[in-house]
């Protein structure tokens, strides 16, 4: 495969996608409306398509000019506009559709692709843009990947747990970092043990072009850390990185409800653990960075960025009563 075509690709998983494919050799165009800046303007290897995704002739157009080997489809949010894709690129040697491992609705420990249920989608929900119809939408798109394939096209879909590392505009790891780079003593809900697991943005890219290149039709991978760490052990992840101590206080429901909190308050708190199995995708030979490198790298990202998750704070008032609260216990 020599020319690839990523749908999106100038914000975080696309961007570092176009990075590694450059890396590997291939010759790159984005897709997007060019609304958001391009970092690889100035970058003879990566060209520029300009459309909008969910305009069919424009991604026809883009198909017809580019004669991609490969299909990267970053931004696809919606089940028809997966029907589209496989269509317009029914003759690319493979179609990637991102996923996500919210498309998983059963709680299992972990959850593996063809085994674990996926999530029903609903006639309204297939036209939806709320939040919770997310993972029922992206599920639906993973059925129409399968659906194609049947009919011979080369259409996988990767399903990427909570994405961090450089550029993450989600900015749910920064508020993390901000709270351990500037307070001694940070709250974590529970016991600390709560595990959310999460795909380091490279690693997810990485993913990517092995699913392209290696991965079978008809087929979903799950991408995950290989190491998933606690809420507690991220905390003290994030420490190490930053080079600097903190103290974990862990906070039950009774605490943080005086302080009028809950767990739900937390980015990264889930009451049930999410952990995707990551066994097909090693077996393509991918690996994940070591988690330490990894948080050195997201933490390193933070300190040169202007993000600091403030949209998931919980409040630092609130989280003092609770610090309070437990000292007189
Ligand atoms: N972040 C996570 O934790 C996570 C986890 C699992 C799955 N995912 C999946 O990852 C994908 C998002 O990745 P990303 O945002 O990091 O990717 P990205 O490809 O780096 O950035 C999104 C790109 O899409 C373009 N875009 C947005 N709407 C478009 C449209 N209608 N037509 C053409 N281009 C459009 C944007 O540019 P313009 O605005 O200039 O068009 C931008 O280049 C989604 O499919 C999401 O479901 C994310």
Avoid at 103 to 110: L, R, S, V
Avoid at 287 to 304: I, K, L, Q
Wanted: hydrophobic share 35%.
């Amino acid at each position: 495969m020599d020319t690839a075509l990523v749908v999106g690709g100038t914000r975080f998983i696309g961007r570092h996608l176009v990075s590694d494919l450059v890396e590997n050799g291939y010759d790159v165009v984005i897709f997007n409306r060019g609304n958001h800046d391009n970092p690889f303007e100035d970058d003879a290897r990566v060209r520029h398509v300009e459309g909008d995704r969910t305009d069919d002739g424009a991604l026809r157009s883009a198909n017809a000019a580019v004669e991609p080997d490969a299909v990267f489809d970053c931004v696809a949010y919606k089940p028809r506009e997966v029907v589209a894709a496989t269509e317009i690129f029914s003759n690319a040697d493979a179609y990637v559709y991102v996923s996500s491992g919210a498309a998983y609705g059963a709680e299992e420990i972990p959850k593996r692709e063809g085994i674990t249920e996926l999530c029903p989608c609903s006639d309204d929900q297939l036209t939806d843009d709320s939040a919770e119809s997310y993972g029922p939408r992206k599920a639906e798109g993973d059925r129409v990947v399968f659906d194609a394939a049947s009919r011979g096209v080369d259409a996988m879909s990767v399903r990427p747990t909570i994405v961090y590392g450089p550029h993450d505009y989600t900015e749910r790891l920064d508020y993390w970092i901000d709270r351990v780079e500037n307070y001694d003593r940070v709250v974590v809900p529970g016991d600390g043990t709560n595990v959310w697991h999460r795909a380091y943005v490279e690693d997810v890219a990485t993913a990517l072009r092995l699913v392209a290149e290696e991965g079978e039709a008809g087929t979903a991978y799950n991408v995950g850390d290989r190491r998933a760490l606690t809420l507690e052990e991220t905390v003290h992840e994030i420490a190490d990185a930053a080079g600097t101590d903190v103290e974990v206080v862990h906070a039950g429901e009774r605490e943080l409800a005086a302080a009028g909190l809950s767990g739900d308050d937390f980015v990264f708190y889930r009451d049930y653990p999410h952990l995707l199995d990551t066994s097909e995708l090693a077996a393509l030979g991918w690996d994940s960075t070591p988690v330490g490198e990894a948080m050195a790298r997201s933490v390193e990202d933070h300190r040169d960025a202007d993000r600091d998750g403030a949209e998931h704070d919980p409040g630092r008032d609130a989280e003092e009563s609770v610090l309070s609260i437990l000292d007189t216990l």
